[in-house]
């Protein structure tokens, strides 16, 4: 999958896959798995990318996430993460401001119609916190998304700080409810918890219902795991999420 780079407001680097953006404003869809070239590019991260480009007429950016910066190794992310956490160091807030900002320069500039975002695992769990963070992102979709940091074994030592506590999704219900979300995950996946994505769902859910959305656009649909600690996402399910994206952003079929 070919990429191109632009860098925006305050030095954020984009890369991004899709019509020209001297074609005027199109349906956008961010989506953080690994770093920005590989999330596009290296197969099977980049199966919901592949699948758009050839079925619908949009444009795919993405974003570096903490941790994936050459030379370092994609699967040691997570304990990058508690690193710096360790050295009062956080790589995630300015991050995730980071990605609120370049949502919304894509929708004010006139490249983006919509912008929708989406995440794998970790990418899930920035992209929840994102969309927490500007109106511009109503829509969210997570693969076996990660939903509290401290149920990662790279932050056993710190599952009672306050700092990484503060980061579970749960702390998000009320900046969420009005948004439209879907997660995919495995019916056992012990890397991320399927358990604790289900309770996030249903708190969601039911703090909406609270508030009076009688019928919360909040969806999670549980399929047998596959791959490593049961944390793996199947072709058919990068599919079928990467429709149900395109249609709520209004794409049109290429």
């Not at 056992?188 to 604790?196: H, L």
């Not at 703090?207 to 999670?220: D, H, K, W, Y």
Request: net charge negative; glycine share 8%; aromatic share 10%.
């Amino acid at each position: 999958m070919n990429y191109s780079q632009i860098t925006i407001g305050n030095g954020i680097e984009l890369f991004f896959c899709g019509p020209s953006l001297e074609e005027g404003p199109l349906p956008a869809l961010i989506y953080l798995s690994l770093s920005g070239p590989d999330s596009l590019s290296l197969d099977p991260f980049n199966q919901p990318v592949v699948y758009l480009q050839k079925h619908y007429r949009m444009r795919i950016f993405s974003l570096t996430i903490p941790g994936h910066e050459p030379p370092l190794e994609p699967q040691n992310a997570i304990a990058v993460w508690a690193e710096d956490f360790a050295k009062d160091n956080d790589p995630l807030a300015p991050f995730i401001d980071k990605i609120a900002h370049a949502a919304e320069h894509l929708q004010s500039s006139g490249i983006a119609s919509q912008v929708g975002i989406a995440g794998l695992s970790r990418g899930g769990f920035l992209a929840a916190h994102a969309a927490a963070k500007t109106p511009v992102l109503q829509t969210v979709l997570g693969y076996a998304p990660l939903t509290r940091l401290g149920l990662s074994k790279e932050f056993s030592s710190l599952s009672e700080d306050p700092r990484i506590s503060c980061f579970d999704l749960v702390n998000l219900y009320d900046k969420l409810i009005n948004k439209n979300i879907r997660f995919y995950i495995g019916n056992r996946d012990v890397r991320v918890s399927t358990s604790a994505c289900f309770a996030f769902i249903q708190g969601l859910a039911e703090t909406a219902f609270q508030n009076r959305i009688r019928s919360p656009q909040v969806e999670l649909f549980i399929s047998p795991s596959i791959g490593h600690q049961g944390h793996g996402t199947s072709k058919p399910i990068f599919e079928q999420g990467a429709a149900w994206m395109a249609q709520q952003l209004g794409a049109a079929h290429v």
